[in-house]
């Protein structure tokens, strides 16, 4: 088994953690299953269980919804694993077929939601479903998929920060062993590291801040929901503003070509920036001019539309039918 002593600065024993959650054989092939993988699996089915529980709750089409599910789920992983090799060319160029190697790692969660919301924009237009609240749901769905998907980076001992001295800081073979073997690439970037000195766990810190956050956005859209993609915005204001700082940490980000520019920090200042603007007129505008929350399904202006011609045809239709009636009392 694949495991490694996990030390903290503040505790005085260590932690064995593995990598593998179990090894077996099926007729003559062996089979590995690993945390990261069983980790992001657990939290991609809650997400999807909450998010279905909302979808009854607010009587949406659980039909509509899998479509969604399942083309956002591919076009996600599409986008997570292109969005990395763009900002890794230098790693694939010379051989473009390890695009193809996925189970190799290299998946950026940016690129995911990206190709994500692209496919279930288009879904929703064709099979007429109001997005803006799917993406409300989706929010919350991504905030507890993101914080409990993060502890698979614990197991494999990854996405960790610069050396720190907080109680918290950790240090295991593997942290050493990166931070030697990628010594002249951190210090391209302007990271010098000490192998033998605890890192920041960042997973841990975006793991807190996501699950806090869906408590937070969960609490909204039950108390102070005002207008659909209210919670999608607060969502992007939420993670931005968190990834923006915590990237700051990372010794594991992409950089914008030839610069030292982390492009999932200045993505994620720009993010949570626009959507604090977006979010506040559109606060300002409901305060001055109040209205129902768009329908589930569709939009609301359309559905009261829908209605208003009903009700004038019924009552075209009454007003013939009297007429028709009076005719006939004369006629006697």
């Known amino acids: 088994m694949d495991t490694v002593t996990v030390y903290f600065n503040g505790l005085k024993h260590g932690f064995e953690v593995s990598s593998i959650l179990a090894q077996f054989s099926v007729f003559g092939h062996d089979i590995t299953i690993r945390w990261y993988g069983a980790i992001i699996a657990f939290g991609f089915l809650l997400a999807v269980l909450f998010g279905g529980r909302m979808a009854y709750k607010w009587k949406m089409s659980i039909d509509k919804m899998l479509d969604v599910l399942i083309y956002s789920t591919i076009f996600g992983i599409l986008g997570a694993r292109l969005y990395y090799c763009i900002f890794e060319w ?58 409990i998907g993060r502890w698979g980076n614990f197991a494999n001992q990854e ?24 010594s002249d690439k951190l210090s391209a970037n302007g990271i010098v590291m000490d192998p033998d000195k605890a890192v920041h766990p960042t997973f841990l810190y975006e793991s807190i801040w996501c699950l806090l956050g869906f408590l937070v956005l969960y609490i909204i859209t039950r108390k102070a929901r005002k207008f ?41 200042a720009v993010l949570a920036i626009v959507c604090l603007v977006i979010l506040i007129c559109l606060l300002v505008k409901f305060t001055k001019h109040p209205k129902p929350i ?39």
């Open 90 to 147: 230098d790693r694939y160029k010379d051989n473009p077929i390890e695009i193809l190697y996925i189970w190799n790692g290299g998946l950026a969660i940016y690129g995911g939601i990206i190709g994500g919301i692209l496919a279930a924009y288009v879904v929703c237009r064709v099979r007429k479903m109001n997005f803006w609240n799917l993406m409300d749901i989706a929010s919350m769905s991504l905030l507890i998929g993101q914080g």
């Open 159 to 182: 996405a960790f920060g610069t050396n720190t001295d907080l109680p918290w800081g950790m240090w295991s073979e593997k942290t050493a062993a990166y931070i030697t073997q990628y």
């Open 228 to 268: 659909s993609g209210q919670i999608f915005l607060t969502y992007g204001v939420w993670y931005g503003a968190e990834r923006a700082v915590v990237e700051g940490f990372r010794t594991d980000s992409l950089y914008i070509a030839g610069t030292t520019l982390r492009v999932s920090q200045l993505l994620s």
């Open 294 to 332: 768009d329908g589930v399904d569709y939009y609301l202006e359309l559905e009261l539309k829908k209605q208003a011609e009903e009700k004038e045809n019924t009552e075209n239709s009454g007003e013939t039918e009297t007429e028709d009636n009076d005719v006939q009392t004369n006629k006697r």
